[in-house]
């Protein structure tokens, strides 16, 4: 049985603790946080299975993305867009490295986020609600909520655009 008294030193030794680890720098105290600039989605056509979410992400410490999830989709995946024998090809990847300071973006040309199985069409103008899941390297996770807004940029699909360069914007 701990007494009250011995639960407030147990309070003010968590204090004490929590200032001594906020003296120790700043490095700390802005660790896990991750800036997000720039979040669209492709707006799609009526019937489309699948869109891109595009942005661009910095990390305060090295961390990485770990995943997106979104209530427009049924599965979010992380894709990476690579030429491979004059062929450009997608796949998934199981996390992004996100580098202390460096930007990150998420683009047609390399990684994307591929929003599949849309539980409706994403029209322009809408804001698509994503949530991110970022890890740093201490293994601290950071969730990020996201609005991004839908964008109709040309009327190609999702699937064209990765694989045709010449259509892209
Ligand atoms: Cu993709």
Not at 33 to 48: E, F, M, P
Not at 86 to 106: C, I, N, R, T
Not at 144 to 168: C, E, F, P, R, W
């Amino acid at each position: 049985m701990t007494t009250p008294q011995a639960k407030i030193r147990f309070a003010q030794r968590c204090k004490q603790l929590a200032l001594g680890l906020s003296l120790v720098g700043l490095a700390w105290q802005v660790s896990a946080q991750t800036q997000v600039d720039d979040a669209w989605v492709r707006a799609t056509v009526a019937g489309q299975p699948s869109s891109g979410a595009f942005m661009t992400l910095t990390a305060s410490s090295d961390s990485k993305l770990l995943s997106v999830q979104s209530p427009v989709a049924k599965a979010v995946q992380i894709h990476e867009s690579s030429m491979k024998d004059d062929v450009m090809k997608m796949q998934q990847v199981e996390s992004v490295a996100l580098p202390a300071g460096k930007a990150v973006s998420f683009d047609p040309h390399g990684y994307h986020i591929m929003l599949m199985d849309l539980t409706a069409q994403i029209k322009e103008g809408d804001q698509v609600p994503l949530t991110l899941t970022v890890e740093d390297a201490k293994g601290e996770k950071e969730i990020i909520q996201v609005q991004a807004i839908a964008k109709a940029l040309g009327t190609m699909d999702h699937n064209k655009m990765m694989h045709d360069h010449s259509k892209m914007n």
